[in-house]
């Protein structure tokens, strides 16, 4: 019997921060997220959920589940005007992308445009950069020796991209998909600067990532993050560390793919497609890449959200031959994975709890996505660490009251939602439910018959709001109210619209919607206290950067702490 939880009971909302308005095309951490963490606060809500903030890629639909690397952030979402205000961009620079042309939807982000706009803006940022010395300034070297681990061979895979455009890693030439010495020493000089380009990014991303998760924190709202389970193919993770995947050691082509077995949805099963692991490998190191990861992911977020949880006790490997000739996930097997030793050995190098003592439940900022196929063995798993799992209010209906989504059976140590990302807005559900569905709504909530329900999306953050689950979120399309068109993912799907929503101004964050939450929040236990006092103006953190090139130019190169 897993133990009471310490998360406080809160309310939070979850939108990827691509979904910001952005005069630049994507949203990003200019000063419209940090108007959301002001409208968060007068909501109440203390939690802001993120997906994966890797960068993406235009070759997966830029799904932040499909990244270039498990450790880099996004350079997408660094804000050209907080550029600007550290003195890299000129503010004559600051062109905002052109409206939407005849085809395309405002509400909807056009990556084609907005993608070479916002590089176009960062190229020109780096020669501001380089001209000021930022290369050797103090803050950009300790950045780039604590995140060495990752960064030099990130940096160096996304230059080789830029030589060798349209191509996977594995189509390179032999000596770099294998990663001779010599071969990576050539072509780290051969491209110095476009290599500093992708440092100078990242950089960048976690300067303002920072100054904006300060600032969240400092106003009482944590950042609840995201870690995907499987990493894409064609990214530096399986480029620069082949050992960690199950992949041919010559020609590293995958041996074993992801996916889920066959089931009463698909006769054919769910292949995903990406390398699965080389876990005995990985045990073997002492689960350096992964302690390694979550260190990284932790220096982002207050608390992990782990997709596909069930896949850390034991996950589908479909043979890689049968799934390239037959495009389907039957011929697979389940194998089981370390989870147990990982999270211990995670507890342990992270410091969440002291070596050589039994991890105990809760330690860990953690909780489980574990939807869909549940065995007991994951279920102990889970529990064992005291990890909160998931329950989502979309599939509670249309079955009897030992439905576990519903809000009588959901567990105290729980995230509650009305629906996810991955699921419609709750609006788009209601319209697409069955009479069946609706009828088990309107007679749970003592309102009767479906006409009796005038506002879909509100009746389920309510019941989420007042579940026992001791955190209830909501998308804030839901908050908003909107329908399916609003919908951020489709999972299956290879859609444009999928991961391309976004909020078209934060003139919707009205005092109005703040004061409706947040009143849900009192009622039910969940409030956020309103902050004191402000920190000061979140453009300082990236001034101080700026200011700190300066003395390095102004003392030859070196800046005394």
Known sequence: MPQETPLPRAAGVVLHPTALPSRYGVGDMGPPAYEFVDFLVKSGLKY???????????????????????????????SPTKLAEAGYLNHSDLTPLPPAGPGKDATHIDFDAAVPHKMKLFRKSFEHFKGQGGLSSRRFVDFSKAQGSWLDTFALFMALRDVYPGQTWNEWPRELRLRTTSALKEAAATHSDSVNFHKYLQFMFFEQWGALKRYANSKGVSIFGDVSIYVNGDSSDVWGSPEEF???????????????????????????????????????????????????????????????????????????????????????EWVKAPGWALFETIATQLGWKEPGRACE?????????????????????????????????????????SNIHLPHNVADNSVVYPGTHDNDTALGWWQRASDKDKQHVAEYTGLGSPASVSEPSWLLIRMAFASRGRLALAPLQDFLSLDNTAR?????????????????????????????????????????????????????????SAAGVAETRKVGGRRDA
Not at 275 to 288: I, L
Not at 378 to 401: C, I, N, T, Y
Not at 514 to 542: D, F, M, N, W
């Open 48 to 78: 802001w959920q993120v997906l994966p903030l890797g960068p993406t890629d235009a070759v997966m639909g830029h799904s932040p589940y499909m990244t270039l690397s498990t450790f880099a952030g996004n350079p997408l979402l660094i």
């Open 246 to 332: 199950d992949l041919h050691p010559e020609t590293r082509e995958p041996l074993g793919m992801s996916g889920v077995p066959p089931d009463y949805f698909s006769a054919t099963g769910q292949l995903w497609g990406h390398p699965v692991y080389n876990w005995a490998e990985a045990e073997r190191n002492g689960f350096k890449w992964w302690v390694d990861r979550f260190r990284t992911t932790m220096e982002l977020v207050d608390l992990i959200r782990i997709d596909h949880f069930r896949g850390f006790e034991a996950f589908w490997r479909v043979d890689a031959q049968h799934a390239k000739k037959h495009q389907n996930a039957i011929e697979g």
């Open 361 to 401: 439940p809760f330690e860990l900022p953690v909780c489980a996505e574990d939807l869909g196929l549940i065995t007991p063995e994951v279920e102990a798993l889970r529990d064992h660490f005291g990890f909160p799992g998931m329950k989502v209010l979309q599939f509670a209906w249309g079955g009897d009251s």
């Open 488 to 544: 951020f993912n489709l999972p299956g799907s290879f859609i444009a619209e999928n991961w391309s929503w976004q909020m078209p101004s934060t003139h919707c964050l009205t005092s109005a919607l703040a004061q409706r939450i947040r009143r849900l929040t009192e009622l039910y236990g969940r409030e956020q206290p309103v902050a004191a006092q402000p920190p000061p103006p979140a453009k300082s953190e990236q001034q101080a």
